[in-house]
C-alpha cells in the first residue's frame, strides 16, 4: 500500500514530457500485467487484440483433475519417477535387459515394478475419476446468466459461464463465481451471503452493491452496463479485493470487498441480486485457496528412509562382497585351466577377473534387489490409508452435538500422532467452547455479580444432576421484576423435549439449537437466557421510568443522575455497539422499510451540511422522538414483519404474562414445566435471533436484552432498540468503525434519538480503552469521581480477569457537531481514498476513539470444553508437554489454566514479565540458576527497580529437580525470550516446566514459539487450535489439529487433522496415535528383517555358487515373494494390530510415552533386526545345506525347501511380533501360505520348458512326496525363531516393557484390573505426596522468615540422626540411585532392575521402588516431577506487582499460613540456620 | 473362522439416535433428511473384533517348549536310526596322490584318444542289503555357476525342431560350431561327465562283473516330459539330428551316446541327470542302479571288488575331485545323519528351555504386574 501512494507521489514530480510519457507508458504496462480489466459480454465484440486477451481468462469449469485420458500415463510415471526409490526399480529392471549382465528372465524382472507402478497408477486414477465426477456434478450446476440475445436471463451451467457475463441469483442459491454485486432486491443494496463453504463461518455477512448503481433509479440492466472494471488479477486473499469501475463518463469508483461476491457462498436473506463476473473457475479466490490435502514426511518415515539408506549400504556392500569374491574365484583357475564350468563370453574368450567382477557386481545388485523393500513405500501407503479410514470411524472421536466427525487431512502422519511429545494449544475455541455467556458486569464504578447467573451456569457444567430436571422453570422471568429475591435458585430456561436426554443435557439442546439453525448463526440457549441481576435491572427500570417522564416533559437527558446516565449508555452501547443482524428463524429475512428519508451512511460534506442544518436536526429530533412510538404503527402499516413489531403494548402483555408465571412458578415448582412449553414460544421476542461475527457480539446483545434493552432491528443505517418504558428507539447510524486486532476496540457513531447529539459508542480490550479515557483532573469532584469510578472498574476488571473472564470496556464519547463535522471530513477522505483506504480509515478512527468517557466493563465467560481438564491431564501422565498459546491477558489465561488443571495449585509458577530484552536475559538468568540450584532458595525482591530476583543456593543441588514447575511468560516476554540470544536460555527453563503458558502471543510469536521448539529440542509438536489466528501454528507444528469449532475454518483448512472437540484428542494421540505409531514401526521394521532375511539367504548361496550371482530360489519366487506371498499378513499386521487395548492405553497413559521415546522403532533396533535376519538366514540356508549335502539334488529342488522355509519362517516371525488375533490375521498368514503352495505347484507343473534358465518342472510336486521336505521345513523355522521367541517370553517375564505390562494387564479378570488400576492412580497421588513428606522430613524446609517464599530443598548431605528420625530417607535415596542408573539404561531393563532389588522384597521398600522408577522417567524426560507446592495465589500483589514476580511458594500450607507480608517486607535471603530448627519444630 | 461378527450392537449403543434426525427434519427448509455422519458402531470398524491376545510369558509358553521337545527328539532318533542303517562306500579315484592307479590319467584332456583307463580295487566290510544306488561325485565343481547354469536350450531337448537347428542365443559360445548347431547345446552338455564306471566283484581272482542298470535313474518327468528327441518320419536318431554337430567335448554325438533307442539322444538318462545342474559344488549324481536280484543274497555282498573307470573327465585343473558312491536308500534318500542329529538336539534345547522356563515362571511368573506399570 505505502508502495502505491509513494510510486503516485513520484510520478508526480516528475517534470511534464517525453520522460513521463516513457514513465507512464511502462507503468500501465505494469499495471496491466497487475490488473485485469473486465468488461461486459453484452458488449459488441471488440477488437480482435482485445479477444485474444480475454481468451487468457479462466472459463468458470472447475477441473480439479490431474490428468486427461492422454496425458494420465505420461504424466502419472514422470510423477511417479520423482519417488527415487520407482527409478532405482526400474533402473534394477532395465538391467536385466544387458545380457551380460542380466539375473533373470528381463520381462520378469520388469513386473514387480510394472505392478507397482501399476497399483499406484491405478489409485491415481481412481482418485482423479472421483474428482472428475464431483468436478462434472459442480461444472453442471445451473445458474441464471444473461443473454445478449434472449434479452433475459436464462439458465445455463456453471461451466459456461465466463467472466464479464451477468448473473443473476436467488435467495439460497449458492454463488457460481466470482461476482461484483450490481444489484440487489434489497432496498439498501444489501446482500446477505454465508460462507460456511468457504470458512465455516455461519453468521452472515453482508455484501453491498456497487455504491453508483445503488442509486439507480430503475432495475439494474445489464445491456446498459458500459463500465470498465479494473481489478486485481486473481489473488487468494479472501479478505481483500480492491478495483475500479471506470465508467463510460471517464469517472472512477473504487470498488471492495464488500462489492464481491464469492463462489461457493450462499445467498441469504436476499431475494434476488445480479452481479458480473469477475473472477471464474480457477481464478476464483474459493479455489485459488483451495490447495488440497497437504503432504507431510512423518518422523518415523525419515527414520526408516535414513534406514532404507543403510539398506542400500548393505546391499552395496554384499555386491561389492560378492563381486570381488568372483574376482578371486575367476583369478584362482588363472588363465590356463579354465575349469568346464566356467562359461566363457558369446565370443568364446574369458573374461578377466576385473571385468568378470565388475559384470557381477551388476548381476547381484539385480539379485538382491529385494533387499531395497519394492513394495515397502506402497504398503505404507495402503496401511495409512487403512489406519486413516479407522481412525474416521472411531464413533468416539464423533462428536454429536455438531455432528462432526474427525477428519484426517493428511494422509500420511498418523504415526506422528503417537510421538507427540509438546502440545501447543490455543485457548479460546480450543480449550474453551468459544461460547460466550455473559457473566458479570461494572458500570460507572458499580459491580453487579450477577449470582444466579453464575448459580445457572453452574447448572449447564453439571448436566447430569438430577435437580435440574426437577427444579423449576422461569428463573428468568421471575427475575424480570426483581419481585424473587436472587438467592433463589434459579434455572434454566430448557425446553421440554431435552428433558427425554437427560444423559446429554444441556449439550443435547445445544446440538438441538443447532440443527434447529441449520443455516444460520446460531446461540444456545445457554447464551440467550441471562438472569440479571436484581439491583441492576432495578436500576435499569428506574432509568427507564425517569427517561419517560423526561421526555414526556420535554427535559434533557443530562437531567438524569449520572448513574442512571451511565447505565442508560452502558446498555444503548451493549446493544447497539456491535455488527449484529437480526433476523427471523425460517423465513427470508424481510427488513422493515420504517427507514428516515436520510440516505446512510453519510456521503459527502453536503449531504451532511444538509442532513445536520439545525432545522434539519429539530425537525429530525422531532421525527425521531415521536417515531419512537411511532413505529410500531408504520410497521403494522407495511405489515412486513413481526420482528419489530414488538411495541410497548406487547412489552407490557408480556410482562404481565410473566409476572403470572412467576407466581406460578413460586406456588407449584413442577405445574410451571407444564406452563414452561408456551413460555418457550414466546412470541416475536423470541424468535429474534442474532447473527454475530463474533460470539461476544451476541452475548453482549443477548445480555442487554436481558434487561429488556432489545435490539429489533439493523439497518445499515439504523438501529432499533427496544426499551421496557420507551418503546423503540431508532439510533441512526453514522458510521461503523469496525473491530480490527491492531485497535483491539471498535466503536460506532450514532445520533442518539433522545438528546439528539452525535455519540460514539465504543468497545474494546480494557487495556486499550483504558488508555483512552478522557483524562480527568483531580481537582474537581467531578473528575475525581470519574478518577475513582475508572479506578474501581480496573480492579472489578482484574477481578473478572482472575475469574476467567473475557473482559470489554464499554465507553461513549459526545462528539459536538464542530468535531464531528472536522472528522467526518477527514474521515470521507479516508473512505474514498482507493490508494491506501485502509490506513487511512486506521487513522481517521484513531481521531475519533480517544477522549472517552467509560461506562463500564464486562466479563464474558467462555466456558471451558467438556472433559478438558481430565484430558489435560491424562495427556500430561501420558508424558506430553502441554504449552498454551493465548492472546488473552495473563489473569484470564492464568485462570483458565487453574481451571482446566494445566497449572495446579501445589505447582510452582514461575511468571516472566520482562519490559526490556534485558530485564527479560536477566530474568531467565536467574530463573535457570533457580532452577539449576534446584530452589535451594529463592526469594523476590520487588524492591530494587523493575525485577530482581534473589536466588541464593544453600546447599549443592540435589540430583533431583522435585517440584513440578509451571511458566508464565507474556508476549512481551516472549518477544524478548524468543531472540537468538536468548531463546537457548528460554528453552531450557521452558523445558523444565511441566507446563508453559504464553499470554498475548500473537499469531506469529505462536508459530515461532513451536518453530523453537521443534527445531531446537528436535521435539515432535502438536499444534492445537481452532481460529485464523492459529493457522501459522497450525502449519509449522509437525502435527496440526484444527477444532472444527464455530470460529471459521481456517484452522481446519491448514490442519492435518481436525476434531470436533478437544477432549478428542485424547483418544486420537493416545489410542489411535500410539497405534498407528506402534503398527508401522512394527511394520517398517518387519519389512527390513523380512528382505535382509530373504536376500541374506541369496548372500549366502553366493559362497557355493563362485560368487556367480547364481540364487537356488526360483526367479518367479524372488521377485513375487515381496508382493504375493508375504505381503498380505504384514498389512493385515500393520493395520490392525493392537499392541494394548484401547481402554488400558487410556487407562494407562502412562503407555503413549513408549512412542514418544521411539520405543517401538530404534535406530538399534534397526540393526537388531539386521541380525536376527542374519541368523535365521543361516539357519534357513544351512539346515538345508547340510541336510542336502553331497547328495544328488539339483538347485532348484534345494532351492525351493529354502523358499518354503523363508516363508514359513517369516510368518510365524510376524507371528510372534503380533499382539492380537483376529479372524483377519489368521487367514491372512495361512492364505499366504497356501497361495505359495498352489503357486508353486501350478508354476511347477505348468510348462515344461518355459521360464528358462530355472525350469522347475515338477520340482515342487516331487518334493512333496519327500518326507524330508517336510522334516526339513519344520526343524528350520523354529531354529529360527528360537531366539527372537526366547527373548520375547524372557522379556514379557523378567523385564517387560511397559506395553507388554499394559498388555498384561489387559487381561486380567476385569475387577483385579479396576483394582490395581485404582492402586496405580493412587500410586500416582502417593508419589507427589510421599515425596515431599519425605523431604521434608529428611531435610529443612528452609527459613520461614520470608514467609510464603519459603524454599524447600532436599539435600543428600544431611546428618545422619536426622536421617534416622525418619523411615523413609534412606530408601527414598537408595531407589533414587537406581532410578537413575535404570534411566541410563534401556528401557525394559527398569522395572527389572527396580523390581529385583533386594530392597524391593519389603513392604515399603517395595512402593518406593516404585516411585523411584516414576520419577526415573521423568527425569529421563527433563520434566520435574514429584513435588508438591501449594500456590498462593496472593491476590494482594493483583495490583501489577502480580505480574513481576518470580515465586516459589511453600510446601505446606502451615507455612503458607505465615504472613506473606513478611516475604515482602523482609526480602533477602534466607538464611540457613534457621531451617532446621523450624522443621524440626514442625515435626 | 467363525468369529462372532455380529457384535454390531454393543451395549453402549444410542438409545436416542434418532432423536436428532427428528429434530433435524423439523428444522424445516433444509430440505432432505439430515443425515447424520456418526460412523457404524461395527466391530470391524471399530476395530473390536473378537480377537486372541496371546502374551508371551514364561508360563504361556512353557508347554510349547515340552511339546517341542518331546515331539522332535523321537523324530530325530528316527531319522538318525535311519540314516545309520545305510550302508555307503565312496572310492576317491581322481588319482591325485601318486599311488593312486588313476594317477597316470590326471591330465587327460578331452579329446585323448585312447582312453585312459584304470582299476581300484576296493573292499566292502558289510553288505549291502537293498538295491544300490551307485553314484559318481563331484567335488569342487560349480554346476550351479550363473551362466553354466543358463547355458542350454530347453526348448531344443524338448525336441523342438526349429530350436535344434537354431538354438537360443543362452547357448553361446556352445551354440554353433563350424556353423552347424550344436545339439545338444550349451555348456552344461558341453562338460557332461563322461567317465564309464565299471564294477566287479573279485570273488577269488575272478572279476565277476556286477550288472549295473542304466535306466530308471532320472526323474520319470524328465525322461518322458521334459526330455524329448526331435521328431520326424522316421525313428532314425542319425536322421533326425541332420544338420547339427556333437559338443564340442564330446567324443560322439548325441545320438550315439547309447545303443537303446529309448535311451539315446536327448532322452539319454545319464544325459538328462546330467542336465539337472547340481545345487552345491560338492555334488553326486545317480549313474548305475544295482537291483537285488533275489531276497536270499544280499545286493551287493562283503568282499573284495573292483571298479574300472575309463578316465575321460578332466577335473584335475580347477582342482575338482571324481568319486565313485555306492548306496542303498531310505525313505529319507542317502545317508545323512545330520538332520537326525538336528532334531536331537534342537528337541533337547527346547525341552532345556523347557525347564529353564519353567523355573522362571515359578520364580518370576506369579508377580503382580500391575506394580511394574511405571508412572
Redesign the interface.
Known sequence: MSQGSSGAEGAAQVPPGHRERQRKRRRRRRKESRTRLVRSNLLPPEAEAEKSKRTVLASNRLKTTKYTALSFLPKNLFEQFHRLANVYFVFIALLNFVPAVNAFQPELALAPVLFILAVTAIKDLWEDYSRYRSDEEINHMECLVYSRTEKKYISRYWKEVKVGDFVQLRCNEIIPADILLLSSSDPDGLCHIETANLDGETNLKQRQVVRRFLELDSEFDPLKFTSVIECEKPNNDLSRFRGYMIHKSGKKEGLFKENLLLRGCTIRNTEEVAGIVIYAGHETKALLNNNGPRYKRSKLERQMNADVLWCVLILLIMCLFSAIGHGLWVWQYGEKKKPIFDVPGPDGKYLSPVLASVYLFLTVIIVFQVMIPISLYVSIEIVKICQVYFIHQDKDLYDEETDSQLQCRALNITEDLGQVQFIFSDKTGTLTENKMVFRRCTVSGIEYSHDANARRLAMYQEPDSEEEEVAPKGGTLSQRDSICSHQSIKVVHRSQSTKTHRRTGSRAEAKRASILSKHTAFSSPMEKDITPDPNLLEKVNECAKHLEIMRSHEQLLSHLSPELCDIFDFFIALTICNTVVVTAPNQPRQKVRDRFELKSPVKTIEDFIRRFTPSRLTSGSNSSSSSSLATSKSVHRFGLSVLSSTSTESTLLKLEEKLSYSAQMNNNGYSSQQGRTPVGSRPQEGELRYEAESPDEAALVYAARAYNCSLVGRLSDQVSVELPHLGTLNFEVLHTLSFDSIRKRMSVVVRHPLTDEINVYTKGADSVIMDLLLPCSSDDPQGKHQKKIQSKTQNYLNLYAVDGLRTLCIAKRVLSKEEYACWLKSHLEAESSIENREELLFQSALRIEKNLHLLGATGIEDRLQDGVPETIANLRRAGLQIWVLTGDKQETAVNIAYACKLLEHDEEIITLNAESPETCAILLEQCLQCIESKFSNNTVDEATGNMTVGFTPLYPPPPHVLSSLGLVIDGRTLAYALEPALEDKFLALAKRCRSVLCCRSTPLQKSMVVKLVRDKLKAMTLAIGDGANDVSMIQVADVGVGISGQEGMQAVMASDFAIPRFRHLEKLLLVHGHWCYSRLANMVLYFFYKNAMFVALLFWYQFYCGFSGSSMVDQWYLIFFNLLFSSLPQLITGVLDKDVPADMLIAVPQLYKSGQNMEEYQPHMFWMNMIDAMYQSLVCFFIPYFTYYDSEVDIFSWGTPITTIALFTIILHLAIETKTWTFLHWSSCILSILLFFFVALVYNASCPICHPPSNPYWTMERLMGDPMFYFTCIISPIVALLPRFLYRTLQGTLFPTQLQLGRQLSKLPPEIRTQLLTKLNVKRETTLQTQPFADSFSLNPGSNASGCYTAYHQSSPLPAPQQSESPFPEPARAERTRGRTAAASPQGALLYGGNRDPSAASGPGRSVGFHGVALSTSEAEALPAGAAFPWNSAPEQADGSLLRWVTSTPLFSRFGAVPPASGEAAPGVLSSGEGPEKSNQDD | ?A?NYSAKEEADGHP?GG??LS??G?????GGA?K??????TAF???R???????????T?LPAFFI?GLI?IP?GIG?FVTSNNIREYEIDYTGTEPSSPCNKCLNVSWDSTPPCTCTIDFTLEHSFESNVFM?Y?LSN???????????????Q??G?NSSLLNP???C???RTNEDKPIAPCG?IA??MFNDTLELYRLDNDTRIPIPLIKKGIA?W??KN??FRNPSGDTNNLTALFQGTTKPV?WPKPVYMLDSEPDNNGFINEDFI?WM???????????YRLIERKNNFQPTLQAGKYSLDITYNY?VH??D?RKRMILSTIS????K?P??GI??IT?GS??FF?GVV?LI??HK??N?????????
Open positions: 473362522m468369529v436416542s432423536v436428532g429434530g433435524g423439523a428444522a424445516g427448509g433444509g439430515v447424520t455422519r456418526k460412523p457404524d458402531n470398524k471399530q476395530q473384533l473378537p480377537a486372541w491376545q496371546p502374551i508371551l510369558t514364561a508360563g509358553v517341542i522332535f523324530i531319522i553314484y561325485g565343481f560349480y554346476q550351479n555357476h550363473r551362466r553354466y547354469v543358463k547355458s542350454r536350450d530347453d526348448s531337448l524338448n523342438d537360443s542365443k543362452e553361446e559360445p556352445y555348456a558341453n562338460s526323474w518327468t524328465d516330459v521334459k567335448n541327470v539337472r545342474t547340481a545345487a552345491l559344488p560338492t555334488f553326486r549324481k545317480l578332466p585343473s580347477f575338482g525313505w529319507m534318500g542317502g545323512n545330520f538332520l538336528a532334531y534342537v534345547i527346547c528351555l522356563l522362571i515362571h518370576y511368573g508377580r503382580n504386574t500391575s506394580a511394574d506399570i511405571p508412572n
